[in-house]
Structure formats: C-alpha cells, structure tokens
C-alpha cells in the first residue's frame, strides 16, 4: 500500500523543510520493521520548489494471517476466503495508520527540535492515497475530509476495466489538497479516518482505542458533523466504547465553549468521596444468586454443567464450603481457558484436591455425573435445539438426579430493554431459543413432574414489573418421598 505527501515552497521557506518535519532526510530511503512487514519511507522528488514524501507498505501476508487469527476482525473485509484472498497488502486500512504513526510518531506530536517553530506552521499540502477502501463511496470521502478543510478529488475505481457494465468496486483513489493545515493535522486525520473508510482493523480493538482516537482527534474531531460515525467505525462498533468516546467528545466541546480545561468542568465528582453506587454486571449478580442458592441448599459438592470457561468454579472454589468442584463442558478449548483462569498447574495440592474439570456432553448419560449435592446449568439450555431439550433433562434430572439442579436462562420479555439489541434479535448468536417467563415455568413444572423434583423460581437482576427480570432462575429440589420418575421416548434415545 502506497501514500504520498506533497508540499510546495520557496528559497526562503524551501519545501524540503517536509524532510525536518517528518524527521526523515531526502536524500535517503530508509526502512522500518513493522509487526506485519516492512515500511519505507523515500522522496521521489526533493528540491526548494517542489517536495514529496513517499510511505510504500510491504505487508507480509502470512504474518498478517497467523497474527490476525482471534483477534478481532482480522482485517478481512469478507468472511470466505479472506484469510487466502484479501485486499490488505494493497488497500490503505488500519495497517497503513499503524505504520503512519510508527514511522511518522514526532511528526504527528508536531515536535522538531531542529526547527522548534515549524510544526505549527501551515503548509500546502498535497495528499495522495492511490487504492483506499471507502465503505461509503466517495460522498462519505468528502462528507469526512472537507469539514477539516481539504479540497477533496475522489475517483472511484472500477470494478474491471474490461467490463465496465460490471459497475464500481468499493475502492477509490484520493487526492487530498488543504493550504491551512500543518503536517501534524494531515497525519492524525489520516490515522484516524483510513480505519474509518475501511471498517475494519486487524487488531483487537479495546478500551486504550478511545484515548488514541481523542488524542488523535484533538482540535477537530470534536466539532466534526460525522463524529458519531467516526467513532462508532474507528471503535469496531463497540457500542460501550463509542458510548464513552461521546461522552468524552462532548466535555471537550463544552471546556472549548466556556474557553476552560476538561478537568474544570469534569469536576461533578469527588472521585475519593463518591458514594454512588455504580451498577453491578448482570454475570455478576447471576453468580451471586446461583451460590446463595447452593449455601441455602446445604450443597458441599457441585457440578457445573456447561461450566465454559470456569468464572463459575472460580467463584465456588473461593468459597470453602464446597468441597468438590467439578467443571463440564463439551469444548475442549472452553475447558482449556478454565484451566488457564484457575491456574490448575500452578494450584496448591489442597485446593487442587477440590476441582476437577473434564469434557462431556450433557445430551448423554455420565455415570460421572451420579452422586453429587448439586448441579448449575447456567445460561446452558438457551444453546440447544428444542428437539435436543429431553436428552439433557434425562441426563441430568433422571440419570445424575443430584439433590439440587439450579437452571438460569435469559428472559425473552426483558429483551425490550436492551437499548442495543435489535428488535427480535436473541441475546448471543448462538442461542436457539430465549424463553418468556410463562414458557420457562411451564417447561421447569414439566420437568419437575416427570423427575419427582419441586420447583421454585427466583428472579436475577432488577426485576421489573411489566417484562421481569433479565435472568429466570428455577431451582429444583429432589423430593423427600420421589416417585418413580418417567421416561420419554426421546430420554430413552439418549
């Protein structure tokens, strides 16, 4: 991928002053390591009338696919075949801001000592980005560029030029001019807007991408007309991050309003004497309800069914009244990140006896499984196909029959107050059902029947009074005097 910088000048301003300000000298062409490859940095032009800086990204592909894998997006703009056939070596994306910050890091400071008072100087300033990837077409180019005063020159590029019928792809070739801006103000709008063109960004986007893109966005982003779309795209999407980079966006506004610092007017707060109480994750306050059921049952010795990545058997072992901790789950990778979280290699020999973690698939009968006090199944049955539902209860309730099963699953009526969550959109991809309150209840009394249980319910989280809480839980006690309990053709399959 390809990027040139553009300036003219005169003998008493020259234009090669370009090579002071980005700290890279004219007369050589350097190279520098990047974690996906190689960036050079060369003038093809360099004299007091005319200067052009040139940033050629050489992209190591195999290194972007074996360091793209988990983390995030990947960079691949589509699913299928992206990690064999992609754009990225070529397109200007997330790679080519990286390696503008990495090479031009002073530069886009607006530091030089050697000329102390040149970065804030206004320069005329040519840009040009032959192959960008513009989700948005070229009015969205121009709806980003031209607020902060470039004269913008977007052509899109065809799809093939031998079949022009086939129409424009999503790629365009930009040409930037601006006669007010310093070098520091071209390069932190390119950093943040390539990403923001493209949609995507090969590295795992967290919370330290909120300070970036304000430290990068300081004197323009904050009065930018498409600033929600600037941060929701060069957040991923991370409506939590995007949320917080507004918030931040705004206290920025107003201190420039009132012509004062942030810190005056973010000062509400007492931050040592605050005494509000922030809100408690619902994961949290389910696993809070799940072991004050567990105390109140008596249980020493617990299963946890679909146990995941173990924030449940972290939390049991904490506590010494559970004696025996047993982990389940059917993901051998799931099981492998519990293991890492509790640290079993490095586990003391006593509390080392307590825990135990092994893969199983609760649509069969474990013989594992007999003779414990209790049994979770926590945020467990949502992820199976209904016709599936009776295997699992045989498995658990007619085969293990432990003394106490606790079953949490979401409550589909809550889903409404889900600011983010799309109308008739389930909570996680992966669930095949969510249950209202009535049908969960119904399903639990079935079950309880056929098994020789008594069941009651208890609500997680607020428990509002026209949908319920976010979280039903059922908890089922074995009864004193059991009957024999049933079986369903479809147990029996299992």
């Given amino acids: 991928m390809f990027l040139t910088i553009s ?4 003998p008493e301003r020259p234009a090669t002053d370009l090579g002071f300000l980005l700290h890279k000298h004219p007369d050589k062409a350097q190279a520098f390591s990047t974690s996906y490859g190689t960036a050079h940095v060369l003038y093809p032009e360099a004299s007091v ?11 190591d592909a195999v290194a972007l696919v074996r360091r793209g894998k988990g983390k995030g997006r990947g960079g691949a703009p589509d699913a299928a075949l992206a990690q064999y056939v992609n754009d990225r070596p070529y397109a200007a994306s997330s790679l080519l801001a990286v390696a503008l910050s990495a090479v031009f890091s002073s530069a886009m400071k607006g530091q030089c000592a050697a000329k102390p008072d040149l970065p804030a100087r206004p320069l005329p300033l040519r840009i040009e980005v032959p192959a960008l ?14 607020p902060l005063g470039w004269t913008v020159a977007v052509e899109a590029v065809a799809l093939d030029v031998e079949f022009p019928e086939w129409g424009d792809s999503r ?5 930037l001019e601006a006669s007010g801006l310093t070098v520091a103000e071209a390069l932190r709008h390119l950093y943040v807007l390539l990403p923001v063109l493209d949609d995507a960004k090969h590295y795992w986007v967290s919370s330290d991408e909120v300070d970036k893109l304000l430290r990068a966005g300081e004197g323009w982003l904050s009065d930018h007309p498409e600033q929600k779309l600037i941060a929701d795209r060069y957040l991923s999407r991370r409506w939590s991050l995007t949320r917080e980079a507004m918030e931040r966006l705004e206290l920025v506004r107003l201190a420039e309003t009132d012509d004062t610092e942030v810190e005056e007017i973010d000062n509400a707060v007492d931050e040592e004497a605050d005494t509000e109480e922030k809100p408690i994750p619902l994961a949290v306050q389910r696993r809070d309800a799940i072991l004050a059921a567990l105390h109140a049952s008596g249980a020493a010795r617990v299963l946890d069914l679909g146990c995941g990545q173990g924030q449940l058997v972290q939390a049991l072992l904490k506590d010494v009244r559970f004696t025996e901790i047993v982990g389940v789950d059917v993901s051998i990778r799931a099981l492998t990140v519990a293991s890492r979280r509790l640290k079993l290699d490095r586990m003391g020999e006593r509390q080392a006896a307590r825990v135990r ?5 609760l649509a069969y009968t474990d013989n594992r499984l007999k003779g414990y006090d209790a049994a979770v199944l926590s945020e467990v049955v949502e992820h199976l196909d209904l016709p599936r539902l009776p295997a699992l209860e045989y498995a658990v309730f007619g085969s293990a029959r432990p003394r106490t099963v606790l079953v949490t699953t979401p409550n589909v009526e809550y889903n409404v107050r889900w600011e983010t969550l799309p109308a008739g959109h389930s909570r996680h991809g992966d669930h095949r059902f969510e249950w209202t309150r009535e049908e969960f209840r119904a399903w639990a009394h079935q079950v309880a029947g056929r098994h020789g249980y008594e069941v009651e319910f208890t609500p997680v989280g607020p428990d509002d009074p ?3 809480p976010p979280t039903q839980m059922a908890v089922f006690t074995l009864a004193t005097t059991t009957a024999t309990p049933t079986t369903t053709k479809e147990e029996k399959a299992a």
């Fill in 7 to 10: 300036t003219t000048g005169t």
């Fill in 466 to 468: 026209e949908v319920g």
């Fill in 133 to 146: 990837p513009a989700r948005g077409g070229a009015d969205l180019v121009r709806k980003l560029f031209e």
């Fill in 49 to 59: 009338e005319r200067c052009t800086a040139a940033l050629l990204l050489e992209v």
């Fill in 171 to 175: 790629y365009v070739r930009l040409e």
């Fill in 357 to 361: 973690l092994f893969q199983g698939s």
